[in-house]
């Protein structure tokens, strides 16, 4: 998702006036050694010769790196998208676009305009840098013009009902990257540019940011917002500033303000670095945070330098961290599995923290953007550096770095990533010239609360990663409409946990709030990422589930060997193998989830009709969803598949006690794109049907075991060397014992001293289960990876 245009704070986006603490100063640890108001005025002072002297805004040095190989798509964008806009007008800004929003919730129209607006500007502010046509300037000029007459430079969704009073003095994010791109254009082009049009650009910046924010000093929520606004609006008319204001007094006053800004931003942040917002805003907060503190430390003649620090390399890590392969990311809260980190942004923070891109070099053009962003393109041409990606490109050090694990403790997240080889089949004289293949699986868990920015309410969300493709997936970001950021919110699927891998209870969804938290009972984690275990409590993600005492999830995941796979797949593998002959091995990663539901004493679980409807006057008391892009098949009772690229995902589970149905969600993406989820419910089928037992649980638990393994094979006849469905047919307290990689060992990551109350049936440990007369019920998923050919090619000379 390129396409960031807000936060589920919009609701609040005009100006609010009240008191605001600007101030710069402070001990938090991650603002220590930045200057107070003495230092600042020893420190600043305006620079006339700033704008000829700032290297990524010289025309010369700009010209000449869009000349350079690795831009070359980058450029053919340009021109490709720069002429159309020296042949057509701008699109019309139109009343009739701007009220739309407030009267029918939609925003998609005006955006659409005002993005390509904005996108045809840059287009032609770069091309005007390598072309002597006298009608490229001129066109230059007329935009400049253009944007200077818009009657705001807000975008509506941010202006409440749209009243003169709310629209006169408002900042919103597009207002300040709009002054931040006519400033520097104004800089780059200073030279050629009529006198008049840089005189309109200077009033209009005075008069829409610079008089209400430094010299009125209005307060505007976002100066002490702990997510991206503070960031991006406070760094853009910041860096706006320094570029166009010559007043010493008043460039003091930017620079004390946008520290404070800045100040916010970063308490959003725990010291593991982790965005709570996801990945796309990640780059679009912190990364006008990078850009403001590199012009200020240019600015400042390295004196003042806002990139130091554990906290804000581990902030610069985050993205690494939560790649899973290919370009594929950890897409909790309002983010997309894909997204294109800006190469530039990267590129710095690679040379300055020293860390290892594990990610494919891909600069992005204008067009990848639907926002059209000027920072991020002028920073792609001018930072982008193919040395930082060279170890990726040729290979070197790829795998070792994919081996890998990380717990972000502040955010709640964990992801462990590891490489699979790919099993081969062959013919025994091949294999000294078999190129050994591998695959990337990888896991994530979330914890956290459900009032985090952005917020979805997903606790206990969980992905599964294979080979460049989340399997069992989080659907992401959708559609910004009106209802998107209003009350009522969590009864869309994108926000819902409908729409995520958690279980409806009592007919109950989770609900929404800071106090709809997760409690971390215990973890542990592998260094290289083979193994990770969590234990979660998601009891307060669902008040209105009142005959539920506790709700437990806990997590394992490991790459194990299973030497009793072999026969299965060389009976599958010998259709296209010359001999049938494989490997010895083949690894498998399994992700063991168990859920334990704890209902309070007295509860009837009678033989209702089993139902995902959670308006039905009867639904089921347990419903599990899993989340997909991929339409699973039913191979047969117990067991179900997920088709993937390389990878097939098998769900094996009790019949006996649940029913499967699959049904399609039909929805829009965050940049309007129509897309198709899968959502997989196994729903309880009653007491009655399931175990004939008398439908009265006191202190009891439903557990419910999921096991997960990845693998690339044909469907083969029924997995019992893993003992799996032995664990099915035993009684619950035995299968701790006979099933020594399932749901015992995860609750064993416990501390023994956690054991529920037996008294009182309350606790915060799962140490007691096998003392519980308990109802279990067993769910399991395999996946195992193979290579898309059977067998390697080997020339007729060899």
């Known amino acids: 998702m390129n396409a960031v245009q807000g936060s589920n704070h919009e609701i609040k986006n005009e ?208 100066q002490t917002a702990e997510h991206n606004w503070s960031a991006v609006c406070g760094g853009c008319c910041g860096m706006a500033a320094m570029l166009l204001l010559e007043e010493e007094v008043m460039v003091r006053e930017s620079i004390r303000q946008t520290l404070g800004c800045m100040k916010a931003f970063l308490s959003g942040y725990g010291e593991d670095g982790g965005c709570a917002e996801g990945i796309g805003y990640w780059v679009y907060g912190f990364g006008y945070f990078v850009y403001y503190a590199e012009m200020l430390q240019d600015y400042s003649d390295g004196a003042l330098n806002l990139l130091t620090g554990s906290k804000i390399a581990a902030i610069a890590a985050f993205p690494l961290r939560i790649h899973l392969s290919a370009g594929i990311f950890v897409n909790y809260s309002d983010s997309a599995e894909r997204e294109e980190i800006p190469a530039g942004l990267l590129s710095v923070l690679a040379a300055k923290f020293e860390l290892p891109a594990n990610l494919p070099l891909f600069i992005p053009r204008l067009t990848d953007d639907p926002c059209r962003r000027w920072a991020h393109l002028l920073r792609n041409v001018m930072w982008s550096d193919p040395a930082v990606y060279a170890g990726v490109q040729e290979g070197a050090g790829a795998h070792a770095q994919a081996n890998e694990g990380f717990i972000l403790h502040q955010l709640g997240w964990m992801v462990a990533k590891s490489v699979l080889p790919v099993p081969k089949v062959s013919h025994e004289a091949d294999k000294l010239h078999a190129e050994e293949k591998q695959v990337q699986a990888a896991c994530s868990f979330k914890g956290g609360h459900n009032d985090e920015p952005h917020n979805h309410n997903d606790l206990g969300q969980f992905i599964i990663h294979c080979g460049g493709e989340n399997i069992i997936c989080d659907p992401g970001a959708g559609l910004y409409t009106q209802a998107y950021f209003a009350p009522g919110r969590e009864q869309l699927f994108h926000i819902s946990s409908s729409g995520h891998n958690v279980p409806l209870i009592d007919g109950c969804e989770q609900s929404s709030g800071r106090q709809a938290e997760a409690y971390m009972l215990g973890f542990r984690l592998e260094p290289d990422g083979s193994e990770l275990e969590a234990a979660l409590d ?85 419903v599990e969803r899993w989340i997909s892009r991929i339409n699973p098949v039913l191979e047969k009772e117990g067991r179900l598949l997920w088709k993937a690229a390389q990878a097939n995902v098998y769900m094996v589970y009790d019949a006996a006690r649940w029913h499967v149905d699959t049904e399609p969600v039909y929805t829009l993406d965050h940049d309007h794109n129509p ?51 032995e664990a099915v047919e035993t009684p ?38 096998a003392d519980i007369a308990s109802l279990e019920i067993v769910c399991q998923v395999h996946f195992v990876i193979e290579p898309h050919k059977a067998e390697t090619e080997v020339s007729e000379g060899e």
Not at 568 to 581: F, K, P, V
Not at 690 to 717: H, I
Request: hydrophobic share 35%; with cysteine; net charge negative.
């Open 538 to 622: 998601l009891t307060l993600a669902y008040p209105e589930a009142a005959s539920l005492q506790r709700y437990t999830r806990e997590l394992c995941w490991r790459i194990e060997k299973h030497d009793d796979w072999i026969g299965d797949i060389t009976r599958n593998a010998s259709r296209s193998s010359r001999d049938g002959n494989m490997d010895e091995h083949i690894e498998v990663a399994v992700l063991r989830l168990t859920d334990t539901f704890q209902w309070k004493a007295g509860t009837v679980l009678d033989d209702a009709q089993y139902s995902v409807d959670e308006c039905s006057p009867r639904p089921s008391r347990v």
């Open 15 to 222: 100006q609010e006036y009240r008191h605001v603490d600007t101030s710069c100063a402070g001990n938090e640890a991650e603002v220590n050694g930045w200057p107070d108001e003495e230092r600042l005025q020893q420190i600043i002072h305006p620079k006339r010769n700033y704008r000829q002297k700032n290297r990524i805004l010289m025309a010369d040095r700009i010209g000449e790196r869009l000349r350079q190989p690795e831009l070359v798509k980058v450029f053919t964008d340009l021109k490709t998208y720069g002429e159309l806009a020296l042949n057509e007008p701008l699109p019309p800004l139109t009343f009739a676009l701007f009220r739309q929003f407030s009267q029918t919730g939609e925003r998609k129209a005006y955006e659409n305009a005002y993005f390509d607006r904005r996108g045809r500007l840059a287009a032609v502010a770069m091309l005007a840098l390598v072309s002597d046509e006298p009608r490229v300037l001129q066109t230059l000029e007329e935009m400049l013009w253009a944007v200077c007459d818009e009657y705001t430079w807000c975008l509506t969704a941010h202006l409440g009902n749209g009243e003169a009073r709310q629209v006169e003095g408002n900042i919103d994010l597009f207002a300040a990257e709009t002054v931040h791109m006519l400033a520097e254009i104004a800089v780059i082009h200073g030279r050629h540019l009529n006198p008049l049009v840089l005189e309109r650009i200077r009033v209009e910046a005075e008069r829409r940011i610079f008089t209400p924010l430094y010299r009125e000093k209005r307060e505007y929520h976002w």
């Open 732 to 769: 619950a307290k035995e299968e701790s014992k006979e099933t020594g990689e399932g749901a015992g060992e995860a609750a064993n990551i416990i501390d023994t001293d956690t054991d529920t109350d037996t008294d009182t049936g309350t606790g915060t440990g799962t140490g007691d289960i």
């Open 675 to 725: 897309v198709t989820f899968y959502r997989t419910s196994l729903v309880w089928k009653g007491t009655g049907e399931a175990a004939g037992g008398t439908g009265r649980v006191t202190d009891q638990r439903n557990k419910m075991q999921v096991m997960v393994a990845m693998e690339k094979r044909e469907p083969t006849e029924p997995m019992k060397s893993f003992g799996f469905f």
